[in-house]
């Protein structure tokens, strides 16, 4: 687990602690912290409207001032869990609209971050692939930055896309892609190059954990996503001598060191043939 979410969790545990909490959305998108976190009481609304708590908690994918200031005015107090990593994008959007740039997010559009990093513009585009360059409308001067998840190889791509697209544009791009997601980033390439199959442990709505498994589909054939051990498949493992195992930076450890026991005792029962786990 990435610090963001570490201290997210820490945060919500400690506010519940101390009297009823909602979470705006979910803390993390994963399926097994949810359900520890309403273990202890803690809530999850979608809307503002819906929250029943006096305290509410923003995620650790924050959001925009304008919802803040929403939220504040119907006089809740709000617990801010953003990632400093995520506030940090926040900024860089920020002094790009500033400085009279036309944003241009790379990222999902329904994705909560971004909702978040484009919630105070009013006006932007958000591109996801070459399709959504290719859409874009010229603008004298544009300003691309990026969800924090997002593989930078793809940003850096789309972002050269855009320069070759609007020659005449004056195109800033600020790299807001976190620290823990390129480290995971390049980690999973270097290990998805030497394994026969890798399995990617994550949430089915976590971006990282999708980027993770696109990422490890460009140098192994063979990769499959899961959210617990009882998804991984005896079947897969067949005929493997390195499995790969990497996870999204919102999977706890405990989750992830179950899928590497079931990996061992399906690689057994299938052909005993893994001889290493990375
Ligand atoms: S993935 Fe990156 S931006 Fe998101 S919570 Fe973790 S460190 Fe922060």
Redesign the pocket.
């Known amino acids: 687990?990435?610090?963001?979410?570490r201290d997210?969790i820490a945060l919500a545990l400690d506010h519940a602690a101390d009297g009823p909490l909602t979470i705006l959305g979910d803390l993390?998108h994963n399926p097994n912290v949810l359900t520890a976190l309403e273990a202890k009481g803690i809530v999850v609304a979608n809307d503002v409207a819906d929250v029943k708590t006096p305290t509410v908690m923003i995620t650790?994918?924050g959001t925009s001032g304008r919802t803040l200031a929403r939220t504040r005015a119907r006089g809740l107090d709000v617990v801010e869990a953003t990632?400093?990593?995520?506030h940090v994008?926040h900024r860089a959007v920020a002094a790009l609209a500033r400085e009279g740039y036309h944003l241009v997010i790379v990222g999902q559009r329904d994705h909560v971050?971004v909702r978040g990093l484009t919630g105070d513009l009013d006006c932007f585009d958000v591109v996801l692939d070459d399709k959504d360059v290719l859409a874009l409308e010229e603008r004298p001067r544009i300003g691309v930055a990026s969800q924090?998840?997002q593989a930078i190889e793809k940003v850096r791509h789309l972002v050269e896309l855009i320069r070759q697209r609007f020659p005449r544009s004056e195109v800033r791009f600020i790299d807001t892609v976190?620290?823990?997601?390129k480290d995971r980033q390049s980690a999973a390439v270097e290990m998805a190059r030497q394994a026969d199959v890798v399995i990617v442990v994550g949430g089915r709505s976590s971006n990282?954990t999708r980027e993770l498994v696109n990422t490890c589909a460009r140098y192994c054939t063979r990769v499959h996503h899961v959210q617990t051990d009882a998804d991984v498949r005896p079947e897969w493992l067949q005929a493997a001598e390195v499995v790969g195992l990497t996870a999204g930076?919102?999977t706890p450890d405990d989750v992830i060191d179950r899928v590497e026991a079931r990996i061992y005792i399906c690689a057994g029962a299938s052909a005993g043939q893994v001889s290493q786990l990375r």
């Open positions: 687990m990435c610090f963001g979410v997210a993390v650790a994918h990632c400093p990593l995520v994008a971050e924090t998840t976190c620290k823990p997601t990282n930076t919102s």
